[in-house]
Each structure stands twice: as C-alpha cells, then as structure tokens.
C-alpha cells in the first residue's frame, strides 16, 4: 500500500528526495514517517508524524531532513540536504493505519564522500 521513489547516488553535502505514495488516506494513519537501515546495522527510525501532525526528528537528522505530506496526493516526502556518509542507507516510510503497519518496499541512498 506504500510506495516508496527516489534515493540513488551523490556526493557528500548533496541533496535527495525522497517520497512514499499510499493507497489510502494518508492523513487518516495513526502514525507515518521514514526509517532507515544502513548496511550491517538494525533499522532505526528517522522521522515520524503523529496523526495530529506533530513532527519528531531523530537527533541526528539536525535541521538536514524535512518531512512533508500531500494530502491531495496521499504522498509523503522526505527532503534531505547537507547529506553525510552515515547517511547512506535503505530508506522505508511507514504508516500505521488503523494499528496495522504497512512499509514501503525501500529505496537506497548512497552517499559518497
């Protein structure tokens, strides 16, 4: 139900975007947002949107990553600036809906030095 386009390949202090289309209503998820898997380590979460639409950014993100949703589109995007090795990663949005959650297939981010 999610479907996640973007990523790809650039350099570090480049930018990306990144965005997640849902069957459904995305603004009638309990939760949603973006998590990410860097290689050889366990998934952990970037960013998340309350149903009220409270943001709530991992620390690391420091002001680099913004997170948006169309509601018109039923689509959430991620724009990331200022990007950093250790950013490099599979990114996954996510979205509970009705206490099921639903992931996006993923899509890679490679950030070269």
């Known amino acids: 139900q999610l479907q996640a386009s973007g990523g790809g390949s650039v350099r570090a202090g480049g930018s990306l975007g990144l965005s997640c289309g849902a069957s459904r209503n995305m603004s009638s998820a309990n939760v949603r947002g973006w998590s990410r898997q860097a290689p050889g380590k366990e998934r952990e979460l970037v960013v998340a949107?309350?149903?009220?639409?409270?943001?709530n950014y991992e620390d690391f993100v420091e002001g680099r990553l913004t997170v948006s949703i169309d509601n018109a589109k039923n689509t959430m995007y991620l724009e990331m600036n200022s990007l950093k090795p250790e950013d490099t990663a599979v990114y996954y949005c996510?979205?509970?809906?009705?206490?099921?959650?639903?992931w996006g297939h993923g899509t890679l981010v490679t950030v070269s030095s």
């Open positions: 949107i309350s149903r009220r639409g409270t943001i």
């Open positions: 996510f979205a509970n809906f009705q206490g099921n959650m639903h």
